[in-house]
């Protein structure tokens, strides 16, 4: 599979992952990873705090969601 954004481009570059939020092939280069906070809640369910959690969660972003993500204060 090759990189979405490479062959837009003309080149062709194979892929590496898939973007979590769009699903594009993305390369080493077009790819953002972003890591993000667990959180569980205590035992005092819905209404209670919430727990940070040790281990973040990992997510392979394309360049193009990053940029929108960050353009809407997602991250």
Same mark, same amino acid.
């Given at each position: 599979?090759?990189?979405?954004? @490479?062959?837009?481009?003309?080149? /062709?570059?194979? !892929?590496?992952?898939?973007?979590? /939020? @769009?699903? *594009? !092939?993305?390369?080493?280069?077009?790819?953002?990873? %972003?890591?993000?906070?667990q959180y569980r809640r205590s !035992?005092?369910?819905?209404?209670?705090? =919430? #727990? *940070?959690?040790?281990?973040? %969660?990992? &997510?392979? =972003?394309? /360049?193009? @969601?990053? !940029?929108?993500? &960050?353009?809407?204060?997602? #991250?």
């Amino acid at each position: 599979m090759q990189c979405h954004a @490479c062959a837009v481009g003309g080149k /062709s570059e194979p !892929a590496v992952g898939m973007c979590a /939020s @769009c699903g *594009r !092939a993305v390369c080493l280069e077009h790819s953002v990873v %972003r890591h993000i906070p667990q959180y569980r809640r205590s !035992a005092g369910g819905i209404g209670g705090p =919430l #727990i *940070r959690l040790p281990v973040d %969660r990992t &997510r392979l =972003l394309c /360049s193009e @969601c990053e !940029a929108a993500n &960050r353009a809407a204060g997602a #991250i």
